[in-house]
C-alpha cells in the first residue's frame, strides 16, 4: 500500500510539463485508484459447503489433513517443493499458509497451498464445516 502511496511523485513529475492542474489533481487520484484496485481485486478466502481462495474451489469433503507452515518450510513448499500436481495461492508479503490434501481420488491435484496471515483460522473453520 505505502509502494503504491508513493506513486503520486511519480505522476506528478510525469504531468507536469503538460499541464500543472492535471498534475496535481492525477497526483491525488491516481494512489487512492491504485490502492482501491489493488484492495478489491485481492483474492478471498471463504469456507461453507466448499473451500473457495481466489481461483480454486472445491468441496470440503474432499479435503484432507491440514498442515500450517511457515520459516524454512515455506520457502521449501513454494520453491523446490512445489508439486506440479498441486494447486495454489500464493501471495511473496504473506508469511504463513496451510497445505491442504485432497483426498478425492476422481481429482487429479494432489493437494492446495494457500496462503492466508491466520492459518489456524482457515484450518479451523475448515475443520468445522466437515461433516
Known sequence: MIA???SAPLV??????ISEAYAIALAGVVPLALIALSVFSAPTI???ENLSAG??????TALGN?????GDALKHERGPGLSPAS???IRGDI???????VVDPADPTSYLLIST???EALASALDANRP
Open 46 to 48: 471463504e469456507v461453507d
Open 12 to 17: 506528478l513529475l510525469s504531468v507536469l510539463p
Open 4 to 6: 503504491l502511496g508513493l
Open 87 to 89: 494447486q495454489f495461492l
Open 66 to 70: 491440514i498442515e500450517v507452515i511457515s
Open 95 to 101: 508469511k504463513t499458509m496451510v497445505k491442504i490434501q
Open 117 to 119: 496471515r491466520n492459518p
Open 55 to 60: 481461483r480454486i474451489r472445491i468441496p470440503v
